[in-house]
């Protein structure tokens, strides 16, 4: 059974930065790609940034290219994700995310079965 488990969100000035951490069990995670979605009040969830399995090749939604950052650490089964430049537009509940099948690099919520509970952001203007 795979579980993962995020931490790390809060509030936030614009501008300001923040970290969020996604500790996964449960499989070999360093076999799999992982991501990081978010969703804002009355809005469709967003996929953020994605991490592959494969050379650790990254991809980023346009609206946090250059401000945001994702990596993973295998030997201690976490992705991260570096939020540097918030904007109020980036609160929203962040959720990291797994697929069941070794997919190079998936971007879109129905590539990803496996989900955490999610981490509230709130940037203040």
């Known amino acids: 059974q795979v579980q993962l488990v995020e931490s790390g969100g809060g509030l936030v000035q614009a501008g300001g930065s923040l970290r969020l951490s996604c500790a996964a069990s449960?499989?070999?995670?360093?076999?799999?790609?992982m991501g990081w979605f978010r969703q804002a009040p009355g809005k469709e969830r967003e996929f953020v940034a994605a991490?592959?399995?494969?050379?650790?090749?990254?991809y980023y939604a346009d609206s946090v290219k250059g401000r945001f950052t994702i990596s993973r650490d295998n030997a201690k089964n976490t992705l991260y994700l570096q939020m540097n430049s918030l904007k109020p537009e980036d609160t929203a509940v962040y959720s990291c995310?797994?697929?069941?099948?070794?997919?190079?690099?998936?971007?879109?919520?129905?590539?990803?079965?496996?989900w955490g509970q999610g981490t509230q952001v709130t940037v203040s203007s």
């Open positions: 449960g499989r070999t995670f360093s076999n799999y790609a």
């Open positions: 991490i592959s399995w494969f050379n650790d090749r990254t």
């Open positions: 995310a797994a697929p069941s099948t070794r997919v190079i690099l998936p971007t879109t919520p129905r590539e990803y079965q496996y």
